[in-house]
């Protein structure tokens, strides 16, 4: 069963793009649970994805809207990305 699971399991590396992409809602329902498990496993991809979360957070309080023509699609396009995260 371990082994098993040892191949199922995504790699750290996997994982992390996938975090990073924002690609994780994405992908399949079984991959996304074994990408959870593997974050529950690994301390390491556990803490990148709390990373994220915090630059995500820190992007976000502090946007500043900008008079720029097209700033708004590119700030919703970023929100968008990011709240996938």
Not at 17 to 31: I, Q
Request: proline letters at 5%.
């Amino acid at each position: 069963m371990m082994n098993l699971m040892a191949r199922l399991m995504p790699s750290c590396r996997e994982v992390t793009g996938l975090l990073a992409s924002g690609e994780l809602e994405s992908v399949p329902r079984m991959k996304r649970l074994l990408v959870r498990l593997h974050l529950s496993m690994c301390a390491h991809c556990s803490r990148f994805a709390r990373q994220l979360r915090v630059i995500s957070r820190a992007l976000r309080a502090a946007w500043v809207p900008s008079a720029a023509p097209g700033a708004d699609a590119l700030k919703s396009r970023i929100l968008e990305r990011l709240r996938s995260i």
